[in-house]
């Protein structure tokens, strides 16, 4: 195993579940809203915002890019600030609302296309 990286055991509370957290207690309950639906788990301190839409929620637009945030493919809405999903840390987004479905909210919030 590679020095600092930490190995993923089933979490006890979700393990009927399949959820997997890091080893040694290096998990945070979460509790998010995303597109207007409520989420509480257990999440890796490690996992990124697009890792938990992605695989945890099962979103099937979030995908990674170039996975270094410069092609903004995974841009999404934080509390209505866009960030990047790929390089937000899904523990920054607790009690936060997140919208992935960019291209459906009205024209003030609508992001440029380029």
């Known amino acids: 195993m590679a020095a600092g990286v930490l190995p993923l055991v089933a979490d006890p509370a979700g393990a009927a579940s399949g959820q997997a957290v890091a080893a040694g207690g290096h998990s945070s309950a979460l509790s998010v809203t995303v597109n207007r639906r409520r989420h509480?788990?257990?999440?890796?301190?490690?996992?990124?915002?697009?890792?938990?839409?992605?695989?945890r929620l099962a979103l099937t637009g979030a995908e990674k890019g170039c996975d270094q945030g410069a092609c903004g493919a995974r841009t999404v809405l934080v509390d209505g600030r866009r960030v990047n999903a790929c390089l937000t840390p899904t523990v920054r987004c607790q009690d936060a609302e997140v919208t992935t479905r960019v291209r459906e909210l009205p024209s003030p919030w609508k992001l440029r296309e380029t």
Do not use: E, G
């Open 40 to 55: 509480r788990l257990t999440v890796d301190n490690r996992t990124s915002l697009l890792d938990l839409l992605s695989k």
